[in-house]
């Protein structure tokens, strides 16, 4: 019982809002979110020093959820492949299938939405740039059991992952072979 949904985004995509409305439809579902594990423990928006100890709690609570038997929603920007074969990897030791949703807005709404934001939590132009430079597109390839695609949050994409993962929640996933892992 259970999945990992990995979201994938840049930072001001609307992963978190995302993460929301789906929340709205199916309560039943975790969301671990690094930033608000980053404000609750520590009381920062990005602070390098307790980068290790944010990452730790993260981990706890997604891997805790999933012996749990629950569907976990990871809002976290997870941009490279390597930050995601992590999270397959883990999934796979305790045999959970892994969603990622892709929330790709055009680049200019992602740089207005991040720039619209409250101020502390807009990341400077330059940050956001290199950003888009290591943006790695998730692929089946990763060890996913789906990939969906999705330009914002609205009721469609909503409805179109929980599909997704009714498909797979109650099954128990064989780990799947991972082709090839590169940043
Ligand atoms: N579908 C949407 N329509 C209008 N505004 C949106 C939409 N999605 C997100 N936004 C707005 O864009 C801003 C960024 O969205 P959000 O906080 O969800 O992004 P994020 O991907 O979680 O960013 P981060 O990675 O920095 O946490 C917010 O102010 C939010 O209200
Ligand atoms: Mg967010």
Redesign the pocket.
Known sequence: MGALVLLV??????????AAELKKKRPDIVVVSS?EVRKYFFGVVFEPKVEKQVWSIVHSAVIGNLKLGKTVVL?A?NLTRRSRYKWVRWAGWFKKPVLAVF?NPPLETVFK??A??EKE?V?PEEEMRKKVMILKVPQMEEGFYSVVNIE???EESVKKVIEELEKIEGETFEKRKIVQVKQ
């Open positions: 985004g840049l930072p001001g995509a609307g992963k978190s809002t995302f930033d809002d920007t929330i939405q991040n619209m934001r939590w990341v914002k949050a609205d």
